[in-house]
């Protein structure tokens, strides 16, 4: 039990981790993908990296931001994620 407890902790803790690795990646670049990322930066689609928000406009309200992601659905398994693109 307490090492199923530890190993949970390390994987937690590793996903964490890796959402700051990316979040400063894509700040570099000058873009987020996060519903609720850097107001100030373009808001791009995670799957197709299409600009889905302008820097500075308002956050996309949950139910847009699914239909987007919808939308793009059948051509995201094809494309990868952004972050996997040469």
Do not use: C, N
């Not at 500075?56 to 699914?66: P, S």
């Amino acid at each position: 039990m307490v090492t199923l407890i530890f190993v949970s902790g390390l994987v937690l803790a590793f996903l964490i981790g890796w959402v700051g690795v990316r979040e400063r990646a894509e700040r570099k670049a000058g873009y987020t993908t996060l519903r609720f990322g850097d107001k100030k930066l373009m808001q791009r689609d995670p799957y197709m990296g299409r600009i889905i928000r302008l820097a500075g406009a308002g956050f996309l309200d949950r139910q847009h931001f699914a239909e987007i992601l919808e939308k793009t659905k059948p051509k995201r398994t094809a494309a990868g994620p952004l972050g996997s693109r040469p």
